[in-house]
Protein backbone atom coordinates (compact mmCIF):
# COMPACT_ATOMS: atom_id res chain seq x y z
CA UNK A 1 0.00 0.00 0.00
CA UNK A 2 1.12 3.25 -0.59
CA UNK A 3 0.70 6.45 0.66
CA UNK A 4 -2.01 7.28 -1.11
CA UNK A 5 -3.77 5.25 0.89
CA UNK A 6 -3.47 6.85 4.06
CA UNK A 7 -6.64 6.46 6.51
CA UNK A 8 -7.09 10.35 6.31
CA UNK A 9 -6.76 11.68 9.66
CA UNK A 10 -10.21 12.83 11.02
CA UNK A 11 -9.00 16.32 13.14
CA UNK A 12 -6.91 19.60 11.14
CA UNK A 13 -3.54 18.40 10.95
CA UNK A 14 -1.17 20.47 12.45
CA UNK A 15 1.02 22.94 10.53
CA UNK A 16 4.27 22.09 8.62
CA UNK A 17 5.76 25.12 10.67
CA UNK A 18 4.28 23.91 14.55
CA UNK A 19 6.41 20.34 13.43
CA UNK A 20 9.28 23.08 13.27
CA UNK A 21 8.94 24.88 16.49
CA UNK A 22 9.83 22.55 18.74
CA UNK A 23 7.89 20.52 21.87
CA UNK A 24 7.42 24.08 23.64
CA UNK A 25 4.43 25.31 20.94
CA UNK A 26 2.45 22.26 21.87
CA UNK A 27 -0.96 23.45 23.27
CA UNK A 28 -2.98 21.01 25.27
CA UNK A 29 -6.36 19.50 23.98
CA UNK A 30 -9.55 19.36 26.46
CA UNK A 31 -8.55 15.56 27.23
CA UNK A 32 -5.22 15.97 28.22
CA UNK A 33 -6.30 18.90 30.10
CA UNK A 34 -8.91 16.82 31.78
CA UNK A 35 -5.57 14.42 32.41
CA UNK A 36 -3.87 16.55 33.92
CA UNK A 37 -6.69 18.24 35.90
CA UNK A 38 -7.24 14.99 37.46
CA UNK A 39 -3.37 14.57 38.34
CA UNK A 40 -3.73 18.22 40.07
CA UNK A 41 -6.31 17.01 42.45
CA UNK A 42 -4.03 14.54 43.26
CA UNK A 43 -1.10 16.19 43.93
CA UNK A 44 -3.05 18.98 46.16
CA UNK A 45 -6.22 17.11 47.48
CA UNK A 46 -5.29 13.70 48.36
CA UNK A 47 -2.51 11.62 50.51
CA UNK A 48 0.34 10.76 48.23
CA UNK A 49 0.81 7.26 46.92
CA UNK A 50 3.30 5.09 48.87
CA UNK A 51 6.08 6.20 46.92
CA UNK A 52 5.21 9.33 45.18
CA UNK A 53 8.95 9.95 43.65
CA UNK A 54 8.48 6.33 41.89
CA UNK A 55 5.34 8.05 40.04
CA UNK A 56 7.70 10.99 38.67
CA UNK A 57 10.38 8.50 37.75
CA UNK A 58 8.17 6.21 35.81
CA UNK A 59 6.54 9.69 34.18
CA UNK A 60 9.90 10.58 33.03
CA UNK A 61 11.06 7.57 31.91
CA UNK A 62 7.85 8.09 29.58
CA UNK A 63 8.86 11.94 28.77
CA UNK A 64 12.22 10.82 27.64
CA UNK A 65 10.35 8.67 25.09
CA UNK A 66 8.11 11.20 24.22
CA UNK A 67 11.16 13.62 23.73
CA UNK A 68 12.46 10.84 21.28
CA UNK A 69 9.49 10.49 19.17
CA UNK A 70 9.52 14.52 18.55
CA UNK A 71 12.73 13.94 17.36
CA UNK A 72 12.38 10.83 15.38
CA UNK A 73 9.12 13.02 13.48
CA UNK A 74 12.08 15.57 13.47
CA UNK A 75 14.31 13.65 11.24
CA UNK A 76 11.34 12.07 9.00
CA UNK A 77 10.20 15.16 8.14
CA UNK A 78 13.32 16.51 7.29
CA UNK A 79 14.36 13.89 5.17
CA UNK A 80 12.84 15.29 2.46
CA UNK A 81 11.82 11.36 1.36
CA UNK A 82 8.43 11.44 3.07
CA UNK A 83 5.28 12.72 0.02
CA UNK A 84 2.64 15.66 1.20
CA UNK A 85 0.24 13.21 2.54
CA UNK A 86 2.39 11.04 4.39
CA UNK A 87 4.16 14.08 5.66
CA UNK A 88 0.97 15.69 7.35
CA UNK A 89 0.23 12.41 8.67
CA UNK A 90 3.76 12.83 9.99
CA UNK A 91 3.16 16.14 11.78
CA UNK A 92 0.13 15.51 12.92
CA UNK A 93 1.47 12.21 14.92
CA UNK A 94 4.71 14.67 16.00
CA UNK A 95 2.07 16.78 17.89
CA UNK A 96 0.37 13.98 19.41
CA UNK A 97 3.81 13.56 20.80
CA UNK A 98 4.38 17.48 21.80
CA UNK A 99 0.81 17.65 23.58
CA UNK A 100 1.96 14.15 25.48
CA UNK A 101 5.24 15.56 26.87
CA UNK A 102 4.00 18.31 27.82
CA UNK A 103 1.48 16.70 30.12
CA UNK A 104 4.06 14.74 31.08
CA UNK A 105 6.64 17.17 32.18
CA UNK A 106 3.68 19.76 33.79
CA UNK A 107 2.77 16.54 36.23
CA UNK A 108 6.08 15.61 36.87
CA UNK A 109 6.41 19.81 37.96
CA UNK A 110 3.35 19.43 39.96
CA UNK A 111 4.53 16.30 42.17
CA UNK A 112 7.92 18.15 42.47
CA UNK A 113 9.94 16.73 40.44
CA UNK A 114 12.10 17.62 38.21
CA UNK A 115 11.05 17.01 34.31
CA UNK A 116 14.10 15.40 31.90
CA UNK A 117 15.28 17.08 29.36
CA UNK A 118 15.35 16.07 25.65
CA UNK A 119 18.38 14.88 24.25
CA UNK A 120 20.57 16.31 21.37
CA UNK A 121 18.89 14.67 18.35
CA UNK A 122 22.70 12.96 17.28
CA UNK A 123 22.75 11.44 20.81
CA UNK A 124 19.69 9.53 20.21
CA UNK A 125 21.61 8.32 17.51
CA UNK A 126 18.82 7.12 14.91
CA UNK A 127 19.47 4.85 12.08
CA UNK A 128 19.58 7.69 9.56
CA UNK A 129 21.69 5.68 7.04
CA UNK A 130 19.01 3.44 6.63
CA UNK A 131 16.82 5.53 5.83
CA UNK A 132 16.48 5.47 1.96
CA UNK A 133 12.89 5.43 1.14
CA UNK A 134 9.26 7.02 2.82
CA UNK A 135 8.79 3.49 3.74
CA UNK A 136 12.02 2.72 6.03
CA UNK A 137 10.80 6.07 7.85
CA UNK A 138 7.47 4.69 8.23
CA UNK A 139 9.00 1.41 9.43
CA UNK A 140 11.19 3.38 11.74
CA UNK A 141 8.95 5.56 12.74
CA UNK A 142 6.30 2.29 13.27
CA UNK A 143 9.27 0.78 15.75
CA UNK A 144 9.02 3.43 17.48
CA UNK A 145 5.57 3.90 18.46
CA UNK A 146 5.44 0.19 19.32
CA UNK A 147 8.08 0.40 21.73
CA UNK A 148 6.58 3.11 23.69
CA UNK A 149 3.22 1.46 23.41
CA UNK A 150 4.99 -1.08 24.86
CA UNK A 151 6.84 1.07 27.55
CA UNK A 152 3.40 2.57 28.39
CA UNK A 153 1.96 -0.80 28.80
CA UNK A 154 5.12 -1.79 31.59
CA UNK A 155 4.18 1.64 33.08
CA UNK A 156 0.50 1.36 33.82
CA UNK A 157 0.54 -0.86 36.65
CA UNK A 158 3.58 0.50 38.13
CA UNK A 159 1.53 4.11 39.20
CA UNK A 160 0.69 4.46 43.02
CA UNK A 161 -1.72 6.64 41.57
CA UNK A 162 -4.79 5.53 39.66
CA UNK A 163 -5.46 8.93 37.78
CA UNK A 164 -1.52 8.40 36.41
CA UNK A 165 -1.88 5.17 35.21
CA UNK A 166 -5.19 6.20 33.38
CA UNK A 167 -3.20 9.20 31.65
CA UNK A 168 -0.84 6.41 30.89
CA UNK A 169 -3.41 4.12 28.99
CA UNK A 170 -4.85 6.83 27.48
CA UNK A 171 -1.42 7.96 26.00
CA UNK A 172 -0.80 3.97 25.50
CA UNK A 173 -3.80 4.10 23.27
CA UNK A 174 -2.59 7.23 21.30
CA UNK A 175 1.13 5.26 20.81
CA UNK A 176 -0.56 1.98 19.40
CA UNK A 177 -3.62 3.89 16.86
CA UNK A 178 0.22 5.18 15.55
CA UNK A 179 1.84 2.15 15.37
CA UNK A 180 -1.48 0.35 13.54
CA UNK A 181 -1.74 3.56 10.97
CA UNK A 182 2.00 3.32 10.04
CA UNK A 183 2.06 0.05 9.57
CA UNK A 184 -1.23 0.04 7.34
CA UNK A 185 0.75 2.48 5.70
CA UNK A 186 3.78 0.69 4.32
CA UNK A 187 1.11 -2.53 3.67
CA UNK A 188 1.23 -4.41 6.81
CA UNK A 189 -1.20 -5.56 9.18
CA UNK A 190 -2.48 -2.40 10.67
CA UNK A 191 -3.31 -4.98 13.36
CA UNK A 192 -0.95 -7.93 13.90
CA UNK A 193 -2.02 -9.03 17.48
CA UNK A 194 -5.12 -9.17 19.59
CA UNK A 195 -2.84 -8.18 22.39
CA UNK A 196 0.46 -5.63 22.32
CA UNK A 197 3.51 -6.68 24.86
CA UNK B 1 -7.19 -29.13 64.15
CA UNK B 2 -6.48 -29.38 60.18
CA UNK B 3 -2.63 -30.30 59.33
CA UNK B 4 -0.93 -27.31 57.91
CA UNK B 5 -0.95 -27.09 54.34
CA UNK B 6 2.97 -25.87 54.47
CA UNK B 7 3.81 -29.65 56.17
CA UNK B 8 5.74 -31.69 53.38
CA UNK B 9 5.10 -35.59 53.19
CA UNK B 10 7.90 -37.78 53.73
CA UNK B 11 7.72 -38.06 49.38
CA UNK B 12 7.56 -34.72 48.90
CA UNK B 13 10.24 -33.98 51.39
CA UNK B 14 12.46 -36.73 49.72
CA UNK B 15 11.62 -35.11 46.58
CA UNK B 16 12.64 -31.92 47.23
CA UNK B 17 15.63 -33.04 49.20
CA UNK B 18 16.92 -34.90 45.87
CA UNK B 19 16.26 -32.00 43.61
CA UNK B 20 17.82 -29.31 46.03
CA UNK B 21 21.15 -32.14 46.14
CA UNK B 22 20.67 -31.82 41.92
CA UNK B 23 21.25 -28.41 41.68
CA UNK B 24 25.20 -27.02 41.93
CA UNK B 25 25.69 -29.95 38.98
CA UNK B 26 22.60 -28.87 37.07
CA UNK B 27 23.58 -25.14 37.54
CA UNK B 28 24.65 -23.10 34.19
CA UNK B 29 28.42 -22.46 33.80
CA UNK B 30 27.89 -18.68 33.89
CA UNK B 31 26.32 -18.58 37.42
CA UNK B 32 29.44 -20.20 38.82
CA UNK B 33 32.21 -17.99 37.49
CA UNK B 34 32.34 -14.08 37.89
CA UNK B 35 31.55 -11.87 35.49
CA UNK B 36 33.71 -10.12 33.12
CA UNK B 37 31.10 -7.40 32.15
CA UNK B 38 27.75 -6.54 33.93
CA UNK B 39 25.13 -4.49 32.20
CA UNK B 40 22.28 -2.69 33.67
CA UNK B 41 19.02 -1.99 32.34
CA UNK B 42 17.75 0.97 32.72
CA UNK B 43 14.77 3.36 33.21
CA UNK B 44 15.45 5.05 30.49
CA UNK B 45 14.97 1.80 28.50
CA UNK B 46 18.58 1.33 27.66
CA UNK B 47 21.52 -0.71 28.29
CA UNK B 48 24.34 0.77 30.61
CA UNK B 49 26.92 0.39 29.27
CA UNK B 50 25.32 -0.21 25.88
CA UNK B 51 28.89 -1.44 24.92
CA UNK B 52 31.22 -3.95 26.17
CA UNK B 53 33.79 -5.93 26.01
CA UNK B 54 34.90 -9.27 26.81
CA UNK B 55 37.01 -12.49 25.82
CA UNK B 56 35.79 -15.22 24.36
CA UNK B 57 34.76 -17.96 26.98
CA UNK B 58 33.74 -14.83 30.01
CA UNK B 59 30.06 -14.30 31.69
CA UNK B 60 28.24 -11.25 30.66
CA UNK B 61 26.02 -10.33 33.09
CA UNK B 62 22.54 -8.02 33.06
CA UNK B 63 21.07 -6.85 35.76
CA UNK B 64 17.40 -5.33 35.60
CA UNK B 65 18.17 -1.69 37.02
CA UNK B 66 14.58 -0.48 36.16
CA UNK B 67 11.26 -0.84 37.30
CA UNK B 68 10.22 -1.93 34.07
CA UNK B 69 9.98 -5.85 32.59
CA UNK B 70 12.99 -5.85 30.77
CA UNK B 71 14.58 -8.78 28.28
CA UNK B 72 17.88 -9.60 27.07
CA UNK B 73 17.37 -11.30 23.24
CA UNK B 74 20.58 -12.08 21.03
CA UNK B 75 18.04 -13.83 18.05
CA UNK B 76 18.46 -12.78 14.66
CA UNK B 77 14.91 -14.45 14.03
CA UNK B 78 13.06 -11.74 16.53
CA UNK B 79 14.36 -8.54 15.70
CA UNK B 80 17.79 -6.48 14.96
CA UNK B 81 19.87 -8.95 16.53
CA UNK B 82 23.43 -10.05 15.32
CA UNK B 83 25.68 -12.95 16.05
CA UNK B 84 29.24 -14.36 14.97
CA UNK B 85 29.33 -16.94 12.39
CA UNK B 86 29.06 -20.12 14.78
CA UNK B 87 27.27 -18.49 17.80
CA UNK B 88 24.26 -19.66 18.65
CA UNK B 89 21.05 -17.33 19.55
CA UNK B 90 20.26 -16.68 23.22
CA UNK B 91 17.74 -15.02 25.19
CA UNK B 92 16.74 -14.00 28.56
CA UNK B 93 13.02 -14.98 29.82
CA UNK B 94 10.98 -12.01 30.91
CA UNK B 95 13.26 -10.37 33.45
CA UNK B 96 11.11 -8.72 36.44
CA UNK B 97 13.32 -5.76 38.22
CA UNK B 98 15.80 -6.63 40.22
CA UNK B 99 16.17 -10.05 38.29
CA UNK B 100 19.51 -10.96 36.49
CA UNK B 101 20.79 -13.28 32.94
CA UNK B 102 24.34 -14.42 32.07
CA UNK B 103 25.31 -15.59 29.63
CA UNK B 104 28.59 -16.96 28.78
CA UNK B 105 29.74 -16.00 25.06
CA UNK B 106 32.66 -18.62 23.19
CA UNK B 107 32.19 -17.53 19.93
CA UNK B 108 34.64 -14.08 19.40
CA UNK B 109 32.81 -11.61 17.04
CA UNK B 110 30.57 -8.88 17.65
CA UNK B 111 27.03 -9.52 19.42
CA UNK B 112 24.48 -7.24 19.20
CA UNK B 113 21.51 -7.77 21.05
CA UNK B 114 17.86 -5.80 22.28
CA UNK B 115 14.97 -5.71 24.41
CA UNK B 116 12.10 -7.71 22.76
CA UNK B 117 9.23 -5.13 23.83
CA UNK B 118 11.75 -1.91 23.55
CA UNK B 119 14.14 -2.84 20.29
CA UNK B 120 11.94 0.08 18.78
CA UNK B 121 12.94 3.15 21.29
CA UNK B 122 16.74 1.92 20.83
CA UNK B 123 16.72 -0.53 23.96
CA UNK B 124 20.12 -2.56 21.97
CA UNK B 125 23.44 -3.16 22.64
CA UNK B 126 26.62 -4.59 21.47
CA UNK B 127 29.80 -7.10 22.77
CA UNK B 128 32.42 -7.32 21.67
CA UNK B 129 33.89 -10.81 22.12
CA UNK B 130 37.71 -10.88 21.89
CA UNK B 131 40.01 -14.45 21.05
Known amino acids: ??????????RRLASRRSLIKGAGGATLSAVAISLLAGCD??????????DPANDVAILNSALGLEYQAIAAY???????????PVLDLAVQFQGDHKQHAQLLASTVTKLGGTPVMAKNPAD???P?????????????AAGLEKGAASAYLGAVPLFANKDLAKAAASILGDETMHWAVLRNAVGENPVPMSFIA | MPRSRSRLTPVAASVALAV?????AAAPAAAQQAAAATIRMMDTFEFEPSAVTIHAGETVEWRNASRFKHTVTA????????LPAGAQPFASAELQPGESFRQVLSVPGKYRYFCTPHEGVGMSGTITVLP
Request: charge should be positive; glycine fraction near 4%; charged fraction near 15%.
Open chain 1, 74 to 84: QVGAESGLLQK
Open chain 1, 124 to 126: YHF
Open chain 1, 1 to 10: MNSSSLIAPA
Open chain 1, 128 to 140: VETLKTQADVLRF
Open chain 1, 41 to 50: SMAADKPMAA
Open chain 2, 75 to 82: NPKLGSAV
Open chain 2, 20 to 24: LAALP
